[in-house]
T-cell receptor, first 116, second 112 residues
Framework: DTGVSQDPRHKITKRGQNVTFRCDPISEHNRLYWYRQTLGQGPEFLTYFQNEAQLEKSRLLSDRFSAERPKGSFSTLEIQRTEQGDSAMYLC??????????????FGEGSRLTVL | GDSVTQMEGPVTLSEEAFLTINCTYTATGYPSLFWYVQYPGEGLQLLLKATKADDKGSNKGFEATYRKETTSFHLEKGSVQVSDSAVYFCALPKAAGNKLTFGGGTRVLVKP
């Protein structure tokens, strides 16, 4: 399978714990995006990388959230001191060059976070 | 700022019925427009796109025409199948093209 893969698919944690999600994009894609999707809503942009550089962060990304893409390949999204409001599906997407510039993204199946 | 508004669901149809999902947008200039689909248990995937005004995007029997005069990009399919049951999202890229703004999604359920 050469699509975008995310791990874990589902994480249940207690409030106050830290969680980390991993995304492996399609190998030749240089752009990587993180989105958050809550039940019944459309995905909301969180942050975006071009190669290893984090170029933009949404105001939704509080200081408890941090994302990295150390070698321009896989990425991690860490949430510290989780809150119940962090419960959502976290989506990763990737794209290459102009395709990404014009909105054609390839999404993973998402990582669902449940904070108890 | 740029935004997308689409009709709320759920939309419940019988097989072979006609489907329309309305989408209107607010944007600077004339961005590309997209429909993404999310089938149960799967990630979002691009269904179709239109890159300029009056373009018609089509795929899997679905069509959408980019209408700048009404700032709309309605999705249509003439005869739906049970396998079309999914959540459909209208989307547009920000002016810089780096990310997508999605509508709230419309859940479609097609019954046999």
């Amino acid at each position: 399978d050469t699509g975008v893969s995310q791990d874990p698919r589902h994480k249940i944690t207690k409030r106050g714990q830290n969680v980390t999600f991993r995304c492996d994009p399609i190998s030749e894609h240089n752009r990587l995006y993180w989105y958050r999707q809550t039940l019944g809503q459309g995905p909301e942009f969180l942050t975006y990388f071009q190669n290893e550089a984090q170029l933009e962060k949404s105001r939704l990304l509080s200081d408890r959230f941090s994302a990295e893409r150390p070698k321009g390949s896989f990425s991690t999204l860490e949430i510290q001191r989780t809150e119940q409001g962090d419960s959502a599906m976290y989506l990763c997407a990737s794209s290459f060059g102009l395709a990404g510039a014009y909105g054609e993204l390839f999404f993973g199946e998402g990582s669902r976070l449940t904070v108890l | 700022g740029d935004s997308v508004t689409q009709m709320e669901g759920p939309v419940t149809l019988s097989e072979e019925a006609f489907l329309t999902i309305n989408c209107t947008y607010t944007a600077t200039g004339y961005p590309s427009l997209f429909w993404y689909v999310q089938y149960p248990g799967e990630g979002l995937q691009l269904l179709l796109k239109a890159t300029k005004a009056d373009d018609k995007g089509s795929n899997k029997g679905f069509e959408a025409t980019y209408r700048k005069e009404t700032t709309s990009f309605h999705l249509e399919k003439g005869s739906v199948q049970v396998s079309d049951s999914a959540v459909y999202f209208c989307a547009l890229p920000k002016a810089a093209g780096n990310k997508l703004t999605f509508g709230g999604g419309t859940r479609v359920l097609v019954k046999p």
